[in-house]
């Protein structure tokens, strides 16, 4: 069974520019999480779908970030204008409603 | 509030017993899980103790819980190699929707 995946697992931008990750979760999984981490400092928590639907985005820094699940399947979350401190690992996970297994991230640098 | 704190750094010898410590603020919490990040990897579920246990014990992992002063500890017997990573500890809430709550990770560096 594939596991979660990111794309890309690198990307630079400059600042103003815009960028969209993707994350494909584990068949089947209808919850999906986003997670970002600045800096060498903690995973932040930035969203939860059930399916096609946001449960909690409480986490969303601003509104400079879109994240969406068409069809409850992959998601994308994008950066629009993305700003320096937007810089760090952003990571998604699904989970059937108990383990939540974790991709590889995507490491985004703004200069 | 929501807060989980870990100290940044650990070294030990191959061999050694490693114990990474965890602090966390919410005294609700339902879970308490460590996860593992070798290089360039996701994060990967080590082991997670439910918050009425005070230890468990899981091959060469033993996790202790201190509920009343909020403290949770991962030990690493044999410390080898392979288990230089950065281990994060995480806390699930009630009505949180098993979101994580994350410290900012312990670097092991492990040396012969």
């Known amino acids: 069974e594939a596991g979660v995946t990111q794309f890309p697992s690198h990307s630079v931008i400059e600042k103003g520019q815009t960028v969209t990750l993707r994350c494909d979760p584990i068949s089947g999984h209808d919850n999906l999480y986003w997670y970002r981490r600045v800096m060498g400092k903690e995973i932040k928590f930035l969203l939860h779908f059930v399916k096609e639907s946001k449960q909690d985005e409480s986490g969303m820094p601003n509104n400079r970030f879109l994240a969406e699940r068409t069809g409850g399947t992959y998601s994308t979350l994008k950066v629009q204008p993305a700003e320096l401190e937007d810089s760090g690992v952003y990571f998604c996970?699904?989970?059937?409603?108990?383990?939540?297994?974790f991709g590889q991230g995507t490491r985004l640098t703004v200069v | 509030g929501e807060d989980v704190e870990q100290s940044l750094f650990l070294s030990v010898r191959e061999g050694d017993s490693s114990v990474i410590n965890c602090t966390y603020t919410d005294s609700s919490s339902t879970y308490l899980y460590w996860y593992k990040q070798e290089p360039g990897a996701g994060l990967q579920l080590l082991t997670y103790i439910f918050s009425n246990m005070d230890m468990k014990q899981d091959q060469r992992l033993t996790v202790l819980l201190n509920k009343k002063d909020k403290h949770l500890s991962l030990r690493i017997a044999d410390t080898q190699t392979g288990d230089s990573a950065i281990y994060f500890c995480a806390e699930t809430v009630p009505g949180g929707y098993n979101k994580l709550i994350f410290g900012a990770g312990t670097r092991l560096a492990v040396h012969p």
């Open positions: 996970a699904s989970s059937r409603g108990g383990e939540a297994f």
